[in-house]
Each structure stands twice: as C-alpha cells, then as structure tokens.
C-alpha cells in the first residue's frame, strides 16, 4: 500500500507533467484524413476552430468556428484572415470571411505554395472590442 502523502505526490507530478505538455504543445496544425488541417485557436475572450482544406498547395478553404470562453457560440460582428510565409516573409493581402450560417466563417484563398505559414484571424466582436489570435500551419 502506497502512503497516502507519496500517493498524493505522484498525482500531483503526473497532473503537472500533463499540463506543462499542454502548454508546450505547439498549435501547429493536425493533418486528418481528408487531407484537411485543423487547428484550435485561443486567448482570454474568443477560440476559434479553424480548417484548412486541402493542407497542400493550392488553393484552399478555411472554415473558422467561433466560440466564447465558456465553449458558447460567439457571434461577430466580423472575421478576417491573414496569412504570412514563414520562410519568405511574403504576407498575403488580408481577406474577410464571409458567414456560413449562424456561428461560422469562410474564406478562400487563390494559392498557398508548400511550407510553414502563420496563420492569423481577426475577430471584431463589437464595434469596440476586437480580439487577434494567430498560429502556424503546414502546407505540403
């Protein structure tokens, strides 16, 4: 039998290395099945869940799903998209998404050649509040 202050120690451990792994985790885009990349996005107002599809080059499709803090649906007022090459520093012109029924955005974009580009949304919820997130992403 394991004393109840070492067993409370290996719990304590075991709970810490799972969060220092979350925080360390990078927000680099996971490939699916599909050949699509989904990504999740945070910060202290608004996440959202974004997929690019295809994750290869080309033109491609990202779907952005808007929620609040607690997981709720946010509602916009406006979304747009930003995406910069991360070895060339090329940046592309910034595109707005338009709506996708109720809680979702969309947008297209001509061409993505293969590499690492940043990723970034702009979330205006209100006339005075805007949040910006941005993470990298993998195009093959």
């Known amino acids: 039998m394991i004393p109840m202050t070492l067993r409370q120690t290996i719990k ?6 799972a969060a220092l792994l ?3 985790a990078t927000p680099l885009a996971a490939a ?12 202290e107002k608004a996440m959202a ?3 690019v599809s295809p994750g290869r080059a080309g033109p491609v499709e990202i779907t952005i799903q808007l929620e609040t803090t607690d ?5 916009a007022k406006a979304v747009s ?8 520093g090329k940046k592309l012109a910034p595109v707005e998404a338009s709506r996708d029924g109720d809680e979702g955005w969309r947008v297209k ?21 805007h949040v910006s997130v ?4 993998l195009i093959k």
């Open 12 to 17: 304590g451990l075991a709970l810490g290395a």
């Open 22 to 24: 979350a925080v360390v």
């Open 32 to 43: 699916t099945d599909d050949d699509s990349f989904f990504t999740h996005l945070h910060t």
């Open 49 to 51: 869940n974004v997929t």
């Open 71 to 75: 997981e709720a649906p946010l509602t």
């Open 81 to 88: 998209v930003t995406l910069a090459d991360m070895q060339t």
């Open 109 to 129: 974009v001509a061409q993505l050649t293969p590499g690492r580009w940043m990723l970034g949304l702009g979330i205006s919820i209100s006339e005075a509040d």
């Open 134 to 137: 941005e993470s990298p992403i």
